[in-house]
């Protein structure tokens, strides 16, 4: 993440130190110059006439496949779990009890049941499945969101990034890696469903409110001359000095700030989403993409242990599979209400929503009546962005312990989220010296049954 707080402040003549300044403005570097963009235009590597964004739900912590959406209601009780199927609009697909609003909306989502990697950790499969790359110290490489937004640009004041509510526990999987930090997401880092919810880096401190334009942008000369003799040289100080105009947009913009005034909703419409903090995020994400922001990914949880989680392991400290019966109405009702939001607004087609977690669960209930860590099969759920809904790609086996057929890995997902925003699968990102690295491995193909083809 690319967050901008230090603990040893730099006084400047004024009595500001180096944090104030960077709560006035020095925010972010954000997307590519107008001439790169038009170059990666011209090659053909961005669609610019399929401008799609994306809403990457992270269910962190790795939901039970057979208790959500891959039910397997004739296995035997310590696979099936205690959870029941029920239909949906759509003849032939069957969800989890827990998801009674969902079931209604069938006909506008797709189910792939055959999503499986080798990667049963946490933090590694983090970064498996939004880089689509094993982790390895050599290289890091860039999350979906970062790549996307250097290859698309930002389209307003907003970073084309961001991620909210909290980081991940981790720290994998969610930077721009070798595209370099000035393509790092912008870290919200606060909780939407405070009543107290603002976001302090894009509301200007007291003093800067009142302080007229003019004073203001004289700051500069003051700020360089003061980076300059703290970290002369550095690549902070470079990268401070880039951002320097697209942060005081930023700061200065009303447009830009009232993408986060939820206080603005109806009371009706947040109740529906769910007064929580995943709820809130996702009426958040549906405000940022229509202000203008390309990619929004919101990690449902920040730990993937401990409290209510999707890590159902089983007895204190990590949660019973009955804590489902929390979690269920929480995403039920923030996805529905995202997708009718959506829809509703006329935002759907041209906003792509992937909810997925790192990996599924074990077949078999263990003895601390959980399931543990289990990559071999799950499922991810997609609707907008061209995706053809009420559908089901691959299968899992009678106890969701594998696919069946039509196994779908890391790569596919991503491949078939970057054709729904209209990247060229044969684009290439400049890695470490300039050395050419494909957005996903040669010969990888999207889902095509996604898009009905």
Known sequence: MFRLDTPHPVPFCDGLNRRDFLHAGALSCLGLSLADLCGLEARGAVDRSRDVNCIFLFLVGGPSQMDTWDMKPEAPSEVRGPYRPIPTNVPGIRIS????????????????????????????????????????????????????????????????????????????????????KTHDPFLIHSDPSRDDFRIQDLVPPEYVSAIRVERARSFRNVVDRAFRTFEEGGASTRLLDSAYHQAYSIVSSAKARAAFDLKSEEDQLRDRYGRNRFGQSCLLARRLVEAGVRFVTINMFDDFGGGVSWDVHGSSPFSPITELDKLGPMFDNAYTSLIEDLQDRGLLEETLVVAMGEFGRTPKINPAGGRDHWPSVSTIILAGGGIQGGQVVGSSDRIAAEPRDRPVGPQEVLATIYKALGIDLHTELPGPQSRPIPIVDIGVEPIHELFGG
Do not use: C, W
């Open 97 to 180: 009890e827990i998801f009674p609003r969902m079931a209604r909306h069938a006909d506008r989502y797709a189910l792939v049941r055959s999503f499986h990697h080798n990667v049963p950790a946490h933090p590694l499969a983090h970064y498996l499945v939004q880089t689509g790359q094993t982790f390895s110290p050599g290289i890091v490489y860039p999350n979906l969101g970062s790549a996307t937004g250097f290859l698309k640009g930002a389209d307003s004041e907003l970073p084309p990034h961001l991620v909210l509510p909290i980081p991940l526990t981790s720290r994998k999987g969610q930077s721009a890696g070798f595209l370099g």
